[in-house]
């Protein structure tokens, strides 16, 4: 069993950055890879970016590419998702989830979630 926390949500303006960050507590991370994934209102849950258990290999959605930045402390047992130059369209709840091994993009196979984090962009 893992737990996650999810905290570093807020309102922000567009063009503002903010860094969300992911805290996992019951098993050790580097046994796990991690992502970030997002759902607006009236949405389905979509893939933001994951990292591998060694933080060597990442992958982006498409709307994530060149803005976000994922990163992981397996020391500390968390992960990150820095957001720079932030849009509207943005605005969701941001989840943390984990699965064993390999990466996905696919958000329904990851095994464990957090609670989720609320990003709103609005100016």
């Known amino acids: 069993q893992v737990q996650l926390v999810e905290s570093g949500g807020g309102t922000v303006q567009p063009g503002d950055s903010l860094r969300l960050s992911c805290a996992a507590s019951?098993?050790?991370?580097?046994?796990?890879?991690m992502g970030w994934s997002r759902q607006a209102p009236g949405k389905e849950r979509e893939f933001v970016a994951t990292?591998?258990?060694?933080?060597?290999?990442?992958l982006y959605a498409d709307s994530a590419q060149g803005r976000f930045t994922i990163a992981r402390d397996n020391a500390k047992n968390t992960m990150y998702l820095q957001m720079n130059d932030l849009k509207p369209e943005d605005t969701a709840v941001y989840y943390c989830?984990?699965?064993?091994?390999?990466?996905?993009?696919?958000?329904?196979?990851?095994?464990?979630w957090g609670q989720g984090t609320q990003v709103t962009v609005a100016s």
């Open positions: 989830a984990v699965r064993t091994l390999l990466m996905s993009s696919t958000p329904g196979r990851y095994d464990y």
């Open positions: 019951g098993r050790t991370l580097s046994n796990y890879a």
């Open positions: 990292i591998s258990r060694t933080g060597s290999s990442t």
